[in-house]
């Protein structure tokens, strides 16, 4: 395969990826689109990049772009000469909101069971609340490992992190070459 040709494949899964990603988040496939279109580029975005990337309307591109800066998923930066907002990825993870409000939508059900349970109510409505109650604890914890794993990340910068990560596969490329 040509080098652009495999690089165009690249973009096009990357596409696809955060499409997939906004579509099972319940989030407009255009959202998808432009976080990918940010997350593809080499420099930061102003929003006509991003309309002549994607094709997209004026208002459509506005309405992505404050949506994704709300879930602090992308995030304006100064591009010097120039008075634009421009915007690159976030070092939060993107979505960490929408995971939020799942694990407490989980929990609120896990107190509720379990103050029902508190109640005096009939042995065959405990049996079946205890029996429900077991999946939510599995669910809620997790929700817990995510929600643990996820605030690890939330303060990463991904440009530092690419840095070093390209630093050490030139090193590990050096020491097997001797």
């Given at each position: 395969?040509?080098?652009?040709?495999?690089?165009?494949?690249v973009?096009?899964t990357?596409?696809?990826?955060?499409?997939?990603i906004a579509?099972?988040?319940?989030?407009?496939k255009s959202?998808?689109e432009?976080?990918?279109?940010i997350?593809l580029?080499e420099?930061?975005?102003?929003?006509?990049?991003?309309?002549?990337?994607?094709?997209?309307?004026?208002?459509t591109?506005?309405?992505?772009?404050?949506?994704?800066?709300?879930?602090?998923?992308?995030?304006?930066?100064?591009?010097?000469?120039?008075?634009?907002?421009?915007?690159?990825?976030?070092g939060?993870?993107?979505?960490?909101?929408?995971?939020?409000?799942?694990h407490?939508?989980?929990s609120?059900?896990?107190?509720?069971?379990?103050?029902?349970m508190?109640?005096?109510?009939?042995?065959?409505?405990?049996?079946f609340?205890?029996?429900?109650?077991y999946?939510?604890?599995i669910?809620?914890?997790?929700?817990?490992?995510?929600?643990?794993?996820?605030?690890?990340?939330?303060?990463?910068d991904?440009?530092?992190?690419?840095?070093?990560?390209?630093?050490?596969?030139k090193?590990?490329?050096?020491?097997?070459?001797?």
């Open positions: 395969m040509h080098s652009d040709n495999e690089k165009e494949e973009k096009k990357i596409m696809e990826l955060f499409n997939e579509r099972l988040t319940n989030l407009p959202m998808g432009v976080y990918s279109a997350y580029s420099k930061p975005l102003c929003m006509d990049d991003i309309i002549k990337t994607l094709k997209i309307s004026k208002g591109a506005s309405t992505m772009i404050r949506r994704l800066e709300e879930i602090k998923a992308i995030k304006k930066v100064w591009v010097e000469g120039d008075r634009k907002n421009y915007y690159k990825i976030s939060v993870i993107p979505l960490m909101d929408l995971v939020f409000k799942r407490e939508a989980v609120n059900a896990y107190y509720k069971l379990n103050s029902l508190d109640n005096d109510i009939n042995l065959e409505t405990k049996e609340t205890e029996k429900k109650l999946g939510v604890i669910l809620k914890e997790i929700s817990e490992k995510v929600m643990e794993t996820l605030r690890e990340y939330e303060n990463i991904y440009e530092e992190l690419h840095k070093k990560l390209i630093d050490n596969s090193k590990n490329k050096e020491e097997l070459s001797k």
